[in-house]
Nanobody
């Protein structure tokens, strides 16, 4: 079992920045990839970014490339999502997820999920 707890969400003006954190506990040695997803009201959950837990390889959705940066601190068992130049369309609940089998953009591939943290960007 892997437990994930997100933090760092909040209200920010357009153009501002936020950093989300995801603290992992439990069988973190079994994790291959960590991802961030988001879900806006009335919309499906969508991929944001992912990072390989050991090698550090990263992937991003086109909509956030160049504005968001995913990173991990293995010593702290924590994954971060630095979000810059935020836009109102970035407003969503952001979820952290752990993939035991690989590095994926697909939510169905992830095995464990956090409870989510709300990000609201005002115009």
């Amino acid at each position: 079992q892997v437990q994930l707890v997100e933090s760092g969400g909040g209200l920010v003006q357009a153009g501002g920045s936020l950093r989300l954190s995801c603290a992992a506990s439990g069988r973190t040695d079994s994790v291959y990839g960590m991802g961030w997803f988001r879900q806006a009201p009335g919309k499906e959950r969508e991929f944001v970014a992912a990072v390989s837990w050991r090698g550090g390889a990263t992937m991003y959705a086109d909509s956030v490339k160049g504005r968001f940066t995913i990173s991990r601190d293995n010593a702290k068992n924590t994954v971060y999502l630095q979000m810059n130049s935020l836009k109102p369309e970035d407003t969503a609940v952001y979820y952290c997820a752990a993939d035991l089998g690989g590095l994926s953009r697909l939510a169905i591939d992830y095995d464990y999920w956090g409870q989510g943290t709300q990000v609201t960007v005002s115009s």
